[in-house]
């Protein structure tokens, strides 16, 4: 995550989150690492509290911010964080996916920022990175693998395949991040770790250059007339309409 999002020596992480979901409290244990601060908050239901949190921390600021939180801050202060565009050095989106109108917007409203997004699982950590406000117009790109990390693309009986766009696999994941298991329940363990490697159930492919798209997970994902529909794909075309508060 240091590496991957760049943090500085003096970045102040702003996490409106959860201490007990793993992607709020990766960033508690990254700023310890890098040596610098957190500034915590109790979600963003506070805007006032948020914003404060962006203009009254010291150092470079950054901030965990997970989808819902984005469209949270949406729906409550429309377009404020805007005024932020040259106090953000980052922000870093994970736990789900990431609607595109809510990608396009935060890229319109932060121009300077790096925007991340992450890709992961509390069995893996985060494993893949994209900054989506520099490689534009990549739905459903979650990036390369960052460091410390492999992704390979496997079938239902886990043996490694050549994935495309027209030839989809399920993703798995390999190293330092792993689990060791799930705490007394070697069963379920046997059926997600193999031989050092977290199986998941998302749906994905690989493209020439290392770019790895995830398409849903496996049983949500829709198929119409032999094409893969995932759900956040109906979801992100419903909230570009205007007068669309949510979607689910």
């Not at 829709?222 to 529909?229: F, H, R, S």
Request: hydrophobic residues 40%; negative net charge.
């Amino acid at each position: 995550m240091i590496f991957g999002c760049g943090y500085k020596d003096n970045t102040t992480m702003v996490v409106p989150g959860p201490l007990n979901h793993a992607n709020a409290i990766r960033k508690l244990y990254t700023t310890f690492v890098n040596g610098s601060a957190v500034y915590l908050l109790k979600g963003v239901g506070n805007t006032e509290a948020f914003f404060f949190a962006l203009g009254s921390a010291e150092g470079s600021i950054a901030c965990c911010l997970p989808p819902a939180a984005i469209r949270k801050i949406f729906q409550l202060s429309k377009d404020r964080i805007g005024e932020y565009h040259d106090g953000i050095d980052f922000i870093e989106s994970a736990s789900a996916p990431l609607p595109r109108a809510d990608k396009d917007r935060l890229c319109e409203l932060l121009p300077k920022t790096r925007l991340y997004v992450c890709y992961g699982s509390s069995e893996a950590s985060s494993v893949c990175m994209l900054d989506y406000n520099r490689l534009r117009g990549m739905d459903n790109c979650v990036g390369k693998a960052v460091a410390n990390s492999r992704v390979i693309l496997v079938d239902d009986e886990h043996n490694e395949i050549r994935s495309s766009k027209d030839n989809v696999g399920l993703i798995a994941c390999m190293g330092d991040g792993n689990m060791d298991g799930y705490v007394n329940d070697p069963a379920l363990t046997s059926e997600v770790l193999q031989d050092g490697i977290v199986y998941t159930n998302d749906l994905g492919y690989m493209d020439d250059e290392g770019f790895v798209y995830v398409i849903g997970r496996k049983g949500d994902v829709i198929n119409v007339g032999g094409l893969k529909v995932a759900p956040v794909e109906v979801e992100s075309a419903v909230l570009a309409y205007d007068g669309i508060a949510d979607c689910i």
